[in-house]
């Protein structure tokens, strides 16, 4: 026999969003999407702890949208993400790739055909100590445990 699967091979079709709280990460890419005439920066979080480590999310700014609101705090989250990182400006959405800071995560709730999901709802620097090169090391080497795949933000 060559393959035969176990209860340890087999992944879930869905992966529940991880619990409220603040969350460690790092920022694993980043790439601006247009549609419709609307623009948003996505970012992909990698969860660095306190738990959960491994785990992706990620974040969507509404860079240019009907909403005037939404723009606003898009704006206002990615203004507090450049404070963190020590950044005036940014050149490139590249430029926050690396970037290493806490989120608030909330959990939204299952609603039509989408699944329950992630939103962050604020960021912070780190306090006292950053993630040791363990802890970063260890959330890059390890295999995603749960996809949050959030739904389009357009």
């Known amino acids: 026999m060559f393959f035969q699967p176990t209860e340890k091979d087999r992944v879930a079709d869905h992966f529940d969003p991880i619990p409220a709280g603040w969350y460690q990460f790092r920022v694993e890419n980043a ?28 974040a969507n700014f509404n860079l240019k949208h ?22 005036t400006a940014l050149v490139s959405e590249k430029e926050l790739i690396g970037v290493v800071a806490e989120a608030k995560v909330g959990v939204r709730p299952a609603s039509g ?32 445990v749960g996809f949050s795949d959030d739904e389009d933000p357009f």
């Open 66 to 87: 009907p909403s005037e609101d939404a723009v606003r705090i898009a704006r206002q989250q990615l203004a507090k993400l450049c404070e963190i990182a020590g950044k």
């Open 113 to 144: 055909n989408y699944d329950a999901s992630n939103d962050v709802k604020a960021y912070r620097k780190i306090e006292g100590a950053m993630p040791s090169a363990g802890a970063i090391a260890s959330a890059t080497a390890a295999a995603p």
């Open 31 to 58: 790439e601006i999407k247009s549609r419709d005439g609307k623009e948003s920066l996505s970012l992909k979080l990698k969860i660095l702890g306190p738990s959960h480590a491994g785990r992706v999310i990620f």
